[in-house]
């Protein structure tokens, strides 16, 4: 009951020209302290929707979210979030853009020589020391993201929430990065609940894996615990059973509950009888058609 | 892809991407070519341009004259400049004489109120070319800087809030097109009734063209800053909001430094219009300035009145130019953005 984290019976409603439409509903999830929480499910799910709600970013219709018994109704930097696209301010240098955040958390707790040594302190986390002045302009996908969560992990928060820190790096910056935050999780212990399209990031990362079905009206779908051993070594994993059977539990998922599949197979002997009522759209490109005598 | 390559060759047989091809050999030829393309061309242009114009010139025939070409033009140059010299020296001569004077005053044991009023005596010449070109840049400067100063604010007022934006909007809209010229009766009038005083900081005349470039300048740099504002990017705001800064720190350390390049864009904008504003106002009002001196000249009418003319519209165009280059210069040092192309 008393979890650390409770995601409790959360619904959301967006109005739109057609009407009301619910993304959300009734999503609950409990997450205790320092565990690794993957949400993972098709586009436009609502994954993204649920993390913003527990960011505070956007408030919840229905339901609510309570970290340590409190009801967050705001965003704060107890919940720091990471963006996909890195949000550094591109103004400011490395060492600049997490000072800031550093400089707004501990206005008054540290003294400045601390916040000083506590920016490098994160920053040498993620093995971001050699680039300090850079501007993000001057440095990689990989790297700016290494900045972010600096920035975030440099806020101390309760949990860290993740939104596809990953996706929009290339699959060799994406393991260095996965395995930086393994490396990162171990020393630090966090709460992390992240978000991610990427079956393998999600069982190699998580202790848990939650599967979303798909929207409107998006819930959570099954809940996977992934029991492997930490430290986790990825090519170790590849060949053990236990690690395959996961991802081929979660693949499974997310292709049965493919409830709206964005790509349709007709096959011409295929006569659609049944359902005669129901309308169905179907795309194909010119040069794949063949006209036959 | 076959195809695409037989075209290149096809359009790059032209002689002058040849000679370039032939000398980029090493990085030495690399600097030559470089220094081809920003100097030699250029300044082949500018030669085409004297010649085309000194050609063309002689064939107009106007009731001052034959318009000057290019010979004639330097040579007012030269004239103008002399006789900003042989004034300056009037000046420097008179108040040596004033000295001069209140020194004997001192000597003969007058008293000292007689003395002072030597000292105290103005110089009364007439305004020179070059006087009227720093009356001109001091006006603008002044109104545009006062420009800046009341729209920089409003802009970053408007942008971040939707409901002033909205109304807003279309009192900029409807005052953006509106003429210098229409402004400036009415700038005239309202200062004259309104700045009244026994001992006048600035002149009227520098008030009123002053204002009218402050009317001119205001808009592009209120649009600018409003839409540099409204366009921070929704990530760096959800940044902010994650990091509870209060209005003041976003304001300050996230709306305003991601709008700077914005904001420069309008001021850029701005001093290009304001000069133009400027011109035309003193012409129009008969206030000091490069304006004045073009419309003096007009009225003038004499031999050598075409070139002088022609001597301050190329004044007023390398002002202007040089005006644009030194807020590309601050916009350089200033704007985090170093890859919006810049010219």
Redesign the interface.
Known sequence: MNSYLKIDHVGITFPTDNGPLEVLKSVNLDIEQGEFVSLIGHSGCGKSTVLNIVAGLLQASTGGVILEEKEVDEPGPDRAVIFQNHSLMPWLSVYDNVRLAVDQVFKRSKSKAERDEWTRHNLELVHMSHALDRKPDEISGGMKQRVGIARALAMEPKVLLMDEPFGALDSLTRTHMQDSLMEIQTELNNTVIMITHDVDEAVLLSDRIVMMTNGPSATVGEILEIDLPRPRDRLALAENPQYNHYRAEVVRFLHERHEQPARVDVKPEETVTEEPLQKVKVAAKPESLRLVS | METAVVERKVFDIDWYHRLLALMEGDDLNKRVTQLIHSLIVPIAAIGIFLMLWGAGAKNVETSLGVLPGPAKVWEQTVTLYGEHNAEKDKETAFYERMQAKAEKAREAGKPQAKIDKYLNRKYVGTATFVDQIGTSLLTVMSGFILASLIAIPIGIIVGMSNTLYQAFNPIIQIFKPVSPLAWLPLVTIVVSAVYVSEDPMFEKSFLNSALVVTLCCLWPTIVNTAVGVSGV?K??I??S?????SWL?KTM??VL??S?PMIFTGLRLSLGIGWMVLIAAEMLAQNPGLGKFVWDEFQNGSSNSLARIMVAVLAIGFIGFMLDRGMLMLQKNFS????AVLR
């Open positions: 990017s990530d760096l959800n940044v909001r994650v990091l509870k800064l720190t350390k996230i430094p991601s700077v985090w953005d170093k890859s």
